[in-house]
């Protein structure tokens, strides 16, 4: 099983960004999924989930400002980022919930399975 993510860079305070990212090796069809950052120093923290039917949770922090999407058919996820902040400079870690309750949400990082490497979004003031 691989999850792999995309779309990181260096974007200047309200810019936008698209990760996506991309599993093989099993269909996740019926799992949430989520992503997740860690900013140097601290700890790793929800950004964003969604259940296999499309309900959705975000942290506070980026409510308003990003949207997390899938496909089932190509086994994606996307996590569109708008109005960037340099607070949201982080590595964007990608994971599937293999464990979670049909058709539920979970935010927690330690109950998710399957992690991707890792992206850096970078945003400068």
């Known amino acids: 099983v691989q999850l792999l993510a995309s779309g990181g860079g260096l974007v200047q305070a309200g810019d936008s960004l698209r990760l996506s990212c991309a599993a093989s090796?099993?269909?996740?069809?019926?799992?949430?999924k989520g992503w997740f950052r860690q900013a140097p120093g601290k700890e790793r923290e929800f950004v964003a989930a969604?259940?296999?039917?499309?309900?959705?949770s975000y942290a506070d922090s980026v409510k308003g400002r990003f949207t997390i999407s899938r496909d089932n058919v190509k086994n994606m996820v996307y996590l569109q980022m708008n109005s960037l902040k340099p607070e949201d400079t982080a590595v964007y870690y990608c994971?599937?919930?293999?464990?979670?309750?049909?058709?539920?949400?979970?935010?927690?990082?330690?109950?998710?399975?399957?992690w991707g490497q890792g992206t850096q979004v970078t945003v400068s003031s």
């Open positions: 090796g099993r269909t996740f069809n019926t799992n949430a």
């Open positions: 994971a599937v919930d293999a464990g979670g309750p049909l058709g539920g949400i979970r935010v927690g990082y330690r109950e998710y399975e399957y």
């Open positions: 969604i259940s296999w039917i499309g309900a959705t």
